[in-house]
């Protein structure tokens, strides 16, 4: 009698294996009951991982997001229960952001397109690149312009904050490079001028390397990346592309990528400006790169509670308990989206060879952008789709289908639960990674959307283009 019992339950339980997204396995292979849904398996890895504070957790079996019991998605997936059933347990945030739903302001000021858009990092400021040979910073308090930043010869082609917010860093497209105060709109000193054609791509180097912030790396048509000091008034050149360099990223372990026409990506170190190695395997332009730590990076000690910070050293030290708190064991992560229509992750610490070839665009990928967990990869491309990929594994997952011309830039809530992407069909659209479809159609510019941005605090995202004005967008 016991022995038909023992089955009877057995029956009734399913083996699995939890896995980390890196395949770290949380323990042995354990039953659990079939009636066992998402929330007895966040119960489950709470208890395994010993976490104080309950963290929320999804759950994915072959990339798959769990959301009913297991005997359901064992019923209507027909899936054998012969051996371990592998489930990934993915951290989620712990805060949740809205999307955007409404345009709150559309504030004229620029007498060009505006060619970039950028948040600071602690989300509160605002600031803008245009055709019109002008920075500008915006109030977003009151929705008006706040400064007006002059000293440009040519279109500002792209702007960047450092991520310890006291200063914005733009590039023209004569080449010259200049540093702005945020709080009075000054520029910080002469223009900073070397390259010889326009300026393609700004990354500061991440706080937790380095605080206060003085140091940058820009990029350029003519071949060569600069890395400048600001307060030495200093700079390194990198030299060894044969073509135009399109994209550059300074990476949390100090080093510094460069993607370039010349089909290759050069890892390069800081302080003499030697190359280190070269990733190689595009057949065509290297237009986008991303890291996985992309969102720490940017954000440096600032996160969504809104803390602020009295010192530089303080500010290191929690941008660096934040910065390993997000990789973990694991190494950084990095992708690369091509004019040959093809995507690769790379491990650049680990391997000079690719980890994944990402197919299935039809067209050029134009910008490919981490979520800020790192567990997901977005790309936007000129077939007009946004495609979504696996971060760990570079899987292709699901596309989004809406827009009805090239999709141009894209941009993550900080939660990694929605994704914004910018078109020249002129919307703005907002996708939910759940459920995989549109969440919100966000139509209102006259013109084709060149720049978005969502704030890394999750309350607004901003909006540029054609059309001359800025919007702003609230949930």
Sequence with gaps: MEMELDAETQLKNVMCQLSDPEGTHLGPPMYLPQNAGPQQLQQIVNKLLNNEEKLPYAFYISDQELVVPLETYLEKKKVSVEKALSIVYQPQAVFR??????????????????????????????????????????????????????????????????????HLASGSKAGELQTWDPL???????????????????????????????????????????????????CIVLSGHTLAVTCVKWGGDGVIY???????????ETSQGKLIRELKGHGHWVNSLALSTEYVL?????????????????????????????????????????????????????????????TGHQQLVNHVYFSPDGQWVASA????????????????????????????????????????????????KVWDIRTKKLKQDLPGHADEVFAVDWSPDGEKVASGGKDQVLKLWMG
Aim: glycine share 8%; aromatic share 10%.
């Design 258 to 268: 460069t993607g370039s026409q010349d089909c290759t990506i050069k890892v390069w």
């Design 184 to 234: 009075t709109g000054k520029p910080s000193g002469n223009p900073l001028v070397g390259h010889r054609k326009w300026i393609t791509g700004i990354s500061w180097e991440p706080v937790h390397l380095n605080s206060p912030c003085r140091r940058f790396v820009s990029s350029s048509k003519d071949g060569d990346a600069r890395i400048w000091d600001i307060s030495l008034r200093r």
């Design 97 to 166: 952001i809205r999307s955007v739903n409404r345009c709150s302001a559309t504030i004229a000021g620029h007498g060009e397109a505006v060619l970039s858009v950028s948040f600071s990092p602690d989300g509160k400021h605002l600031a803008s690149g245009s055709g019109d040979t002008t920075v500008r910073f915006w109030d977003l308090n009151t929705q008006t312009p706040l400064f007006t930043c002059t000293g440009h010869k040519n279109w500002v082609l792209c702007i960047a904050w450092s991520p310890d917010g006291k």
């Design 381 to 428: 491309s000129f077939d007009k789709s946004v495609k979504l990929w696996n971060g760990v594994t570079g899987k292709f997952v699901a596309a989004f289908r809406g827009h009805v011309s090239p999709v141009y830039q894209i941009s993550w809530s900080a939660d990694s639960r929605l994704l914004l992407s910018g078109s020249k069909d002129s919307t703005l």
């Design 298 to 358: 940017r954000t440096g000690a600032y996160d969504h509670t809104g803390k602020e910070y009295s010192s530089p050293d303080e500010m290191k030290k929690v941008a660096l308990e934040r910065y390993k708190k997000m990789i973990g064991n694991s190494p950084e992560r990095l992708v690369s989206g091509s004019d040959d229509f093809t995507m690769f992750l790379w491990e650049p610490s680990v391997s000079k060879h690719p980890k994944t070839r990402m």
